[in-house]
């Protein structure tokens, strides 16, 4: 950490700040900051941190510009790679409330990797596979993906390119609910169209886009539009 400031007024007072380091775990650093008592301020800030790790995922060449005055670290340049991918945007996060705004783009993230990763969005991703590239800008409160997913509020517009869907969103799955299967007329018919459609392997698609509003634990479909392989 390279810096210059000064302390008045029972505050320090940075004009810069130049931190690099090899490897991070935000946890831990969210931690000591808001358990501190002192009253930092630092006009200008900057990073390059080579393995950030965060909320189960790990970030690489993680490069920052940004501020931190009254509890907020506000970055207004971000960008890291991570899941084969890259982000890159603006983060504004009050290490005090745990209330953070993100406005991030996200481009080719590996899929896969991603789910396997976070457990929490195994259960609810449209995909199995591909490339996901999204546009994000929400609030939430948190620093680990359940309460995230909880608190979030804003929107996200996707598109996954050369994937198959995951298990519960296959038209098959949707055949199946109990509420059509409990209709005695349709039950026959639909068991021969299921066996049929798998064979087809419809899970199968060459790109899938949409918009999803998100508003704490409710996801409001706005648009989604898929093209097969």
Do not use: C, P, W
């Amino acid at each position: 950490l390279v810096a210059q400031g000064k302390y008045a007024s029972n505050k320090i007072l940075v004009d810069f700040a130049n931190f690099t380091s090899t490897y991070v775990n935000l946890d831990n650093f969210e931690r000591y900051f808001s358990k501190s008592n002192f009253d930092i301020e630092i006009e200008n800030l900057k990073g390059n941190i080579l393995s950030l790790e965060a909320m189960n995922m790990l970030l690489n060449s993680v490069y920052f510009e940004g501020e931190y005055k009254n509890n907020v670290l506000k970055l207004n340049d971000f960008k890291a790679d991570i899941f084969n991918g890259r982000i890159t945007g603006t983060l504004l996060t009050n290490l005090k409330t745990q209330k953070t705004t993100a406005d991030v783009v996200l481009k080719e993230i590996n899929v896969r990797h991603l789910t396997n990763a976070v457990k929490e969005l195994k259960e609810l991703s449209i995909a199995a596979s591909g490339k996901l590239s999204a546009l994000i800008k929400a609030d939430s409160v948190g620093y680990d993906f359940e309460n995230v997913l909880k608190t979030m509020s804003g929107y996200v517009k996707f598109n996954i390119n050369d994937s198959e869907l995951s298990q519960f969103a296959k038209l098959e799955r949707f055949l199946q609910a109990g509420n059509i299967l409990s209709q005695s007329i349709l039950k026959l018919t639909l068991n021969s169209t299921i066996s049929t459609i798998t064979k087809q392997n419809t899970g199968d698609f060459k790109t899938i886009e949409g918009t999803v509003k998100i508003n704490g634990s409710n996801a409001d479909i706005q648009y989604i539009k898929t093209q097969g392989s």
